[in-house]
């Protein structure tokens, strides 16, 4: 069964960093056609924040890109989200995401970590 458990959220100052943490249990990061992380804030819909997918390098949303970095560590089976410079527009929940295709695409989710960017 996989499950994917973030942590590493919090309350930080603007212009602060974070690093958000993704295990992943049940299966290698290596088996999984692609990762992301996701947020959503009060309010709005779900949006995509940084993405891997197929061994190729990461996309990012325009609203963070050259500020947040995500990397992978096959060893730990662990993704994560490097977030620098950060706003309060980036106050959210923040999720994992893993997806697995096979006949059928198949996402999963973690249970999503708080960041709140305070002015």
């Known amino acids: 069964q996989v499950q994917l458990a973030e942590s590493g959220g919090g309350l930080v100052q603007a212009g602060g960093s974070l690093r958000l943490s993704c295990v992943a249990s049940?299966?290698?990061?290596?088996?999984?056609?692609?990762m992301g992380w996701y947020r959503q804030a009060p309010g709005k819909q779900r949006e995509l924040v940084a993405h891997?997918?197929?061994?190729?390098?990461?996309q990012y949303a325009d609203s963070v890109n050259g500020r947040f970095t995500m990397s992978t560590d096959n060893v730990e089976n662990t993704v994560y989200l490097h977030l620098n410079n950060l706003k309060p527009e980036d106050t959210a929940v923040y999720y994992c995401?893993?997806?697995?295709?096979?006949?059928?695409?198949?996402?999963?989710w973690g249970q999503g970590t708080q960041v709140t960017v305070s002015s």
């Open positions: 995401n893993a997806q697995l295709t096979t006949w059928l695409k198949i996402d999963y």
């Open positions: 049940g299966r290698s990061l290596f088996s999984f056609n692609a």
């Open positions: 891997i997918a197929g061994g190729s390098k990461a």
